[in-house]
């Protein structure tokens, strides 16, 4: 994939309409190896503003575009409101008006407008929401539920259920995991992360005798000709709904009334690691995070349940 610096900065001519610059957008995004999850979100949000931009000023260019024209389209009812008509809350209004300003620089940078117009929308620091996680109690519950089951999907969900907790992986990764990714000797899993960014996940040796087992009873029951590692029960990919449906059976079942995703087991792992370790940039690494910023949420996790325990005293 070339690299987007090798991409002519003059993507599209001069009085294109904004339709035609968000695709040439999406485009060094592509290049940039941008997830096709994130790329899907900033054209959707750009989409909504240049409707917005067209109502206002009909056949409206980017260079077109002033301040006060692009303030209007962001304080307009349909930015404002979901299509239910609610109020969107303060994360999507700052998610949209991040990926505007990232649009318009990218503008910029290519001379599609002389000046940025987004230059003066305010992108104030939103406080972050601690993830919700399970305690080591409410891990013990849950795979002590899962393991007093012996069907075969029981069994599945055992091994899903601890890559999670062992490796912190993302639902995504995990999905698209194929028998060929699980190297026993190498003590690893191989995954492309967000980006595209291959990278390994590090498997101890209660996870390895794990999958050793799992894979010994795939080639047994004869369903060795799909590649998937996890399958569902007609023999296919397991997709990432399916996944977190059974999860909430199997959380429901252990008694753990918490509103948890796939998502939460990684935030697990994570705040099990930076417990045992006290090495933020451990878990950094652990988690593949370019931000060492995106890690920081673990401290303060660890922090609180410190606090808690020490009042116990």
């Known amino acids: 994939m070339p690299n987007s610096a090798t991409i002519p900065l003059r993507l599209v001519p001069d009085g294109e309409p904004m339709v035609e610059s968000i695709e040439a957008f999406t485009m060094r995004l592509t290049a940039d190896t941008r997830s096709k999850h994130t790329i899907s979100a900033y054209r959707r949000d750009l989409q909504l503003l240049s409707s917005e931009l067209e109502i206002l000023q009909q056949g409206v ?4 575009i002033t301040p006060s024209l692009l303030d209007e389209a962001l304080s307009s009812p349909a930015i404002l409101h979901t299509e239910e008509g609610s109020p969107r809350s303060p994360a999507s209004l700052h998610r949209i008006k991040a990926v505007v300003w990232s649009f318009f620089a990218w503008a910029e940078e290519t001379g599609l407008v ?3 117009p987004a230059r003066g929308v305010k992108l104030r620091r939103l406080p972050r929401t601690p993830p919700n996680f399970l305690t080591d109690a409410e891990k013990r519950r849950l795979l002590r539920e899962i393991r007093s089951r012996s069907c075969p999907l029981a069994k599945r969900d055992r091994v899903i259920v601890e890559v999670f907790l062992g490796t912190g992986i993302r639902l995504q990764e995990l999905v698209t995991l194929d028998v060929d990714d699980v190297d026993l000797p190498a003590k690893h899993l191989r995954i492309v992360a967000k980006g595209n960014v291959p990278q390994v996940k590090f498997l101890k040796t209660d996870l390895r005798a794990l999958l050793r087992s799992y894979l010994r009873d795939r080639r047994r029951d004869g369903t060795a000709e799909c590649d998937a590692l996890f399958l569902s029960s ?3 990919r397991l997709s990432p709904r399916q996944v977190a449906r059974r999860l909430v ?5 252990a008694g753990i009334d918490k509103r948890l995703g796939p998502h939460s087991l990684r935030h697990s792992f994570a705040t099990a690691l930076y417990s045992k370790t006290g090495d933020i940039y451990l878990v950094q690494r652990a988690l593949g995070h370019r931000d060492p910023s995106t890690t920081q949420i673990y401290t303060h996790l ?6 808690e325990a020490l009042e116990r005293l």
Do not use: H, I, K, P
């Open 114 to 116: 002389s000046q940025n």
């Open 249 to 253: 059976l199997w959380l429901d079942r």
């Open 302 to 307: 660890v922090d609180g349940a410190l606090e």
């Open 234 to 236: 007609r023999g296919t």
């Open 61 to 64: 260019s980017v260079s077109e």
